[in-house]
Each structure stands twice: as C-alpha cells, then as structure tokens.
C-alpha cells in the first residue's frame, strides 16, 4: 500500500476502528490479489467495451425491431448455439486442457496437433449438426414450436453453427497459451460489427437482415481468429518438428466428453427458458425476458474478468497445497468483484423500469424480470468463484452434477410456472437454478478443499 493509501486510513479511519485499517492495509498490500486486479483490470476493459457494444447493438435492434420480432431473433438464436453445443462436442474445452500443458514443455509441434484435431472433428461434427437442423427446421418450426414462419431464420442462423465452433476452439486456445486479452476478444467484439448492420440493412430487410448481419460478423471473426492464430503463433506453425508425444484424436475425445456434459448443462441454464417461452407465451414477451436476461448480464462482467485471472491461481495454490492462501485469495477477490458490482446492481434494481424503457416502448413491462433475475446474478457474486475452484481442483464430475441439478430445476420450474404466471415464471426459474447452483458448489468446495469464499469471513482473520 503507498502513501498516500496510508494517509487517506489514518485520517478517515477513528481509534476504534484501528482493526478494521490494519485489515485494509492487509488487503491491500496483498500481492496476489493486487496481481489478479491488475490483469483483471485488462480483461475488463476488453470485456467492458464488448458490452457496450452488446448494449448498444441490443438497444438498436429492440428500437428497430420491436419486441416480437426480437423475440423470434433470441428465440431462433436459442435454437443455434444449442446446435453449437451439441456440435462442439466439449472439444473447446479438451483443447484448452491440453494446450497449456504442451505449452509449458515447449513441445510446440503436439500443440499444434491437439489445436488441427479439435478442429478437424469441429468441422465435421459442424457439417452434421448443421444438416440435421436444416432437415429438420420445417419441422421444428411448424410442429413443435408452432410458428411456421420460423423456418427460414432458422435455416439462415445455420450458417453460424461451424464459424461459432471455431470461435468457441480459438477462444480456448489462446486462453490455454494465456493470451487472455486475445481469447476474450474472439467473440467479444461481434456485436460491434452486428451495430453496422442494424444501422443499414435491418431496416430494409427486417429480421431476416438482422440474420445476415450476425451471419456475415461471425464468419469475419472466425477467419480474422484463424488467421491470427496462425501468424501469430510462429513457434507453433513454422516448427516442422514431428510431435514428441504420440497424441491422437481419442485422446482429445475422452477428455472432451465429461467436460461435454459440463457444456451441455451450462447451456441448458442459460438457454432453456428463452426456448420453453415459446410453448406458453408470444414473441413479444420472449423479447423482453431475452432482453432483461441480456441486461442483468452486466453485473457479471466484473466476475467474468476476475475468474479469467483467477484460474491460474487457484490452480497454483492447489497444487501447493496452499489452502489458507487460496481461502483468503478467494475472499479477498470475491469481496473485490463484490464492491465493483453493487453500485451497478443497485442502479439496475432501482431504475429497473427505466433501464428497460430504453430499448423502447415494448419493453417497459420488463422491469420486474431485470429485478428478479439481478437477484440470481448477486448472490453468484457473493458466493465467490466456487464452480471454477471445483473445475480447476480437479472436481469436474461434481461441478457438472451441480449443474446437471440446475438445469433440471431451471427446466422443471419453467414448465411449472411459465404457463401459470408467463415471463415472470422464466426469471424465477432462472434466479432460483442460478442460486441453487451456486449454494450446491460452495458446499462441495467446503467439502473438498475446507475452505469458504464468502468474504464475510475475512473479518474472523487475524
């Protein structure tokens, strides 16, 4: 802590609260935490800026679509990165396992491989899904979802399924180099090109040209990654060395699918409600539950940024056996994120109605849902990053049996109480999948590791 820190705690601080200034000075001279802040502080810049284009881009397309017409966009957008999931097949997530630890061996040439499988079975599994959903969209549309002119933006959302897959690989891939700022732009910057669309072509084309715009921006980000990925990575590409280690597709494939199921049912949570609307309730109501889910969103960022910087450490500290440091990094980090979020949490639930009515008229009823689904995103905050301390630590199966828990009730719970009180039912589910998760993890976390990442606990340390 410098100088003028000290000063500012010897002057504001009274006598009694001497306690509390000794453990201000702690924290900040903390080195891991000022660590995490520093790079955290790089990643939410990226991310901040990204949801301002997110917010602008959402703002823009509400006011030039409608909420019916959003509704149908987020609904058909629902449907695709389903696709994605089921197409991915956990490969994303087995590249960034394996990248890291060839990495770190400077065995470039096995780096290279894992990377050229994942995208080779990408491709392939992309190809199948998206034929499968474009046999079937006729079907999806008119029979199940009962909107027979669903059918053709679906099919034109198809084009994104493979671009989105090797988006999901590179993102994943740079992160496993730790190339954050690079990995967090992939996808971060999307809704910065889609602004250009919404500007010139959605008003002469509609929804359909809301497609076309989000078709065209994502494939210019998947060869923009592509191609950075290979001219920047010249130890990588330009090494004819064979791979040291005899790494074949069934490896990448036995460790993707546990982590399959993670993916599965983390899209499920965020998914699930936005497609179910569509059985019980009209396209408007779906566009503003889309949109207040995209708004609450924000508070998240800040914890996003953090975890990103977190995971290298958690791992670490594991490693080590380093349990109290990891305890009181978490807290530490936890009551950081903590003190970020509420100014904006507080807003949003104050003036949740006005927040709302920004992105026009339809939107205005929206209010109550941004209130209620803000609740789920703060007690995420407040429990800490336990789901990614169950991951890093090596509890993968328990992380996807919390989460296979949520996805069940998030489902259960729409089916229940969307037909009975609409939109409102989806947020509820939504709020109580997320806390509920997140209390299951914390628990698991205690279990395992004896450690809690509530930062209330920071008081009961000397």
């Known amino acids: 802590m410098d100088r003028i820190e000290e000063e500012i705690l010897d002057k504001e601080l009274p006598v009694q609260s001497q306690g509390i200034k000794v453990k201000l000075q702690s924290f900040f001279k903390d080195g891991h935490i000022r660590d995490i802040a520093k790079w955290a502080s790089i990643s939410f810049i990226i991310k901040i800026s990204a949801a301002g284009f997110q917010f602008l ?14 509704g149908k966009y987020f609904l058909c957008f629902s449907i695709v990165n389903i696709a994605v999931m089921l197409g991915i097949l956990g490969i994303d997530k087995a590249i960034m396992r394996f990248v890291p630890i060839y990495a ?8 290279r491989k894992v990377f050229n499988l994942g995208a080779k079975i990408s491709l392939l599994s992309g190809v199948l899904v998206s034929v499968l959903l474009y046999l079937g969209s006729d079907l999806l549309a008119k029979e199940i979802l009962d909107r027979p002119n669903l059918g ?22 740079f992160k496993g180099l730790k190339r954050i700022p690079m990995s967090l732009a992939m996808k971060s910057f999307l809704p910065a090109l ?92 779906i566009g503003q539950f889309a949109i207040a889910q995209r708004v609450a969103i924000i508070t998240s960022l800040f914890l996003i940024a953090f975890n990103t910087i977190l995971t290298s450490k958690i791992g670490q500290f594991i490693a080590k056996g380093q349990k109290d440091l990891l305890e009181k990094t978490t ?64 509890r993968e199966k328990l992380m996807r049996n919390t989460m296979m828990v949520s996805a069940i009730t998030i489902v259960g719970l729409n089916i229940i109480l969307v037909p009975l009180i609409g939109t409102i039912g989806a947020a509820i589910a939504s709020t109580t999948a997320i806390i509920l998760q997140n209390i299951l993890a914390a628990i698991l976390v205690y279990r395992e590791f004896k450690i809690i990442t509530l930062p209330i606990f920071l008081l009961k340390r000397k």
């Open 57 to 70: 881009f959402n703002v823009l397309l509400s006011r030039t679509l409608g909420a019916s017409e959003v």
């Open 331 to 394: 807290q530490r980090a936890t009551l950081l994120v903590l003190l970020l979020v509420l100014p904006v949490f507080l807003f949003l639930i104050i003036f949740a109605n006005f927040t709302m009515s920004i992105f026009g008229n339809d939107f205005t009823g929206g209010g109550t849902l941004l209130q209620v689904l803000l609740i789920g995103k703060l007690i995420g905050v407040m429990l800490g990053p336990v789901g990614l301390i169950l991951i890093v630590g090596g």
């Open 104 to 111: 770190a061996k400077k065995d470039w040439s096995t780096v």
């Open 152 to 173: 053709e933006p679906i099919r034109w959302f198809i084009l994104t399924i493979i671009p989105l897959m090797f988006l999901g690989s590179l993102t994943e891939a």
């Open 194 to 285: 889609a602004i250009i669309g919404v500007l010139t072509i959605v008003p002469e084309f509609g929804l359909i040209g809301m497609i076309w715009t989000y078709d065209v921006a994502v494939c210019i980000m998947a060869v923009v990654g592509i191609l950075f990925w290979y001219f920047s990575n010249e130890k990588i590409y330009q090494n004819n060395e064979e791979p040291t280690e005899d790494f074949e597709a069934k490896d990448l494939m036995k460790s993707s699918m546990p982590l399959f199921g993670l993916s599965l049912f983390q899209q499920i949570i965020i998914w699930a409600p936005t497609f179910l609307l569509a059985f019980w309730v009209e396209d408007a109501q």
